[in-house]
């Protein structure tokens, strides 16, 4: 089954309220709009990004332990798979905290790991296939954004404070930096040319 943005916004809107924190509903909208501008630019689905950019985080919908292996992301993934929407929309609640098909490059890696957790195994295979260019325009609008749009650098630092630093930090910096230049590239110009906003949120 399809999902549209309009269905997948009120997905978030109804969360508001009835959750601890509930920050991450104005992030997925942001991280939504900022991805359909990419894709805009690159004469992609405009909408289709924004979709994905919105379901991106509703796993964190449910409470879960804070020590819960990757729990956001295989929540949001079996919510929207229980939903009966398709697996390309499940999908990016899974991927977006990945880069590089790889389940060690992410922004809050723990020093420890359970790594015979159920949600590890599922999430390093699920992860295997090649990411298509909508994946990875999630993965730097979700390192550009938290409710409005930053640059990588001041987005990292946000992490940073958030998070704390892990024997890995220094290897996601890396890869969030040349997937930036990566859509530079595609584009032929800054990316950053595409938001304006970006100048009064340094």
């Avoid at 060690?104 to 699920?126: A, L, Q």
């Amino acid at each position: 089954m399809k999902l549209t943005s309009i269905e997948v916004l009120k997905l978030l809107e109804d969360v508001r309220g009835s959750v601890s924190n509930d920050h991450f509903i104005e992030h997925s909208i942001c991280v939504g709009n900022a991805a359909g501008v990419i894709a805009k630019a690159l004469n992609l689905d405009e909408d289709y990004a924004k979709i994905l950019g919105y379901i991106h985080d509703i796993g964190k919908k449910f409470n879960y332990e804070k020590d819960e292996v990757f729990a956001h992301e295989v929540y949001g993934y079996n919510y929207i798979k229980s939903l009966g929407y398709d697996d390309e929309y499940a999908g990016i609640c899974v991927k977006h905290s990945f880069l590089n098909n790889d389940v060690e490059c992410t922004s809050s890696d723990r020093e420890e790991i359970d790594k015979n957790s159920p949600n590890y195994e599922f999430v390093k295979n699920y992860i295997k296939e090649e990411y298509s260019i909508y994946d990875k325009i999630i993965n730097l609008c979700d390192l550009m954004c938290t409710d409005k749009v930053l640059t990588v650098d001041k987005r990292m630092m946000d992490l940073l404070l958030r998070h704390g630093v892990y024997k890995k930090t220094h290897y996601h910096i890396e890869e969030t930096c040349k997937l930036k230049k990566y859509f530079d590239d595609l584009l032929g110009f800054n990316l950053y040319d595409l938001f304006p906003s970006i100048k009064d949120n340094l």
